[in-house]
Every structure is written in C-alpha cells, then in structure tokens.
C-alpha cells in the first residue's frame, strides 16, 4: 500500500501516539519569599503601643494600705476650658498644686517619715494621666507608692 501523506507515522494507519506534557508543578518558593518580607516589612514598620486612656480598673484582689498614715494625692478632672488636670494634695480636699510642688510635698513628707503614697484618681481621669503623676512620684527617693482604687463586690463586707 502507498503511503500517504495522512498517515505518515507508520505502515499501520495510525499516527504516532503524543507523549503527555509533563505535569506543571508550581514552584511556591517565591511567594514564600513575599509573605515572609511582607511580614517582616509590617513588624519593622508598626508602632507597639499600649491602650492610652484607661480608667483605672475596679481592685478584686488586694491588699490595704493605712491610710492614717499615708500621702494621699488626688486627681481630679480639669474644671471647664482648662486641659491639664488638678492635682490635690490631700484626700480630695487639699489645696491644688503644681507638678513641682506636688513632687516638694512628697520629698517634705518623705523626710518625715511617711514613706506610703495612696494616689487617688477619678474613674474618668485617663490612665495616661495617672502614669505620669506616678513617674514623677516614683522619682522621689524612698516613697512606697500606692494606687488608690474603688472596692470589689468580692471585697466589701
């Protein structure tokens, strides 16, 4: 039989078989390499920050201090149209003072013997707030601060 054009694989009529592609593996190791130097771009980049502004939380578990004879510091909202907030030297009662003299008054106090702190906030006052007073205070040598907040349900009787 002549060969024909059409069948020029072989004698037999049937063109040769097609050899199957090879399979298509996807290489994954570039993407990889982007998501590990995205993560790494997004931990380099972003700020670690703590919640700002937090009321100073209800005390469950705690232990007392004497406050007959302790320095109590209060803090109180600014009044109307004034930003920074007021400081009171006493239990809410006392006169209003600067940061410089409240830290006078703790120094005065201090050399007198009296080494506890309570420091007292309004539940409003934002806890940023009640930080910074508390650095400043801490930086007086020998005080034992104290934070002052309202009782439990579990610790009233």
Excluded: W
Aim: aromatic share 4%.
């Amino acid at each position: 039989m002549p060969q024909s054009p059409l069948f020029a694989g072989g004698g037999d009529g049937l063109l040769p078989r097609r050899s199957k592609p090879p399979e298509a593996d996807i290489d994954i190791t570039p993407m990889i390499d982007c998501v590990f130097l995205l993560l790494i771009f997004f931990m380099v980049s972003s700020t670690m920050r703590g919640t700002p502004d937090l009321d100073v939380p209800v005390a469950n578990h705690s232990t007392g201090v004497d406050s007959r004879g302790a320095v109590i510091v209060t803090i109180r909202n600014p009044l109307a149209g004034d930003p920074a907030p007021r400081l009171l030297l006493g239990d809410g009662g006392g006169p209003e003072a600067t940061p410089a003299e409240l830290k006078q008054y703790v120094e005065d106090a201090v050399r007198s013997g009296r080494t506890n702190l309570v420091l007292k906030a309004e539940g409003d006052v934002p806890h940023g707030v009640v930080d910074e007073v508390g650095q400043l205070i801490r930086g007086v040598t020998g005080v034992k601060l104290f934070l002052g907040v309202r009782e439990g349900k579990e610790t009233r009787q």
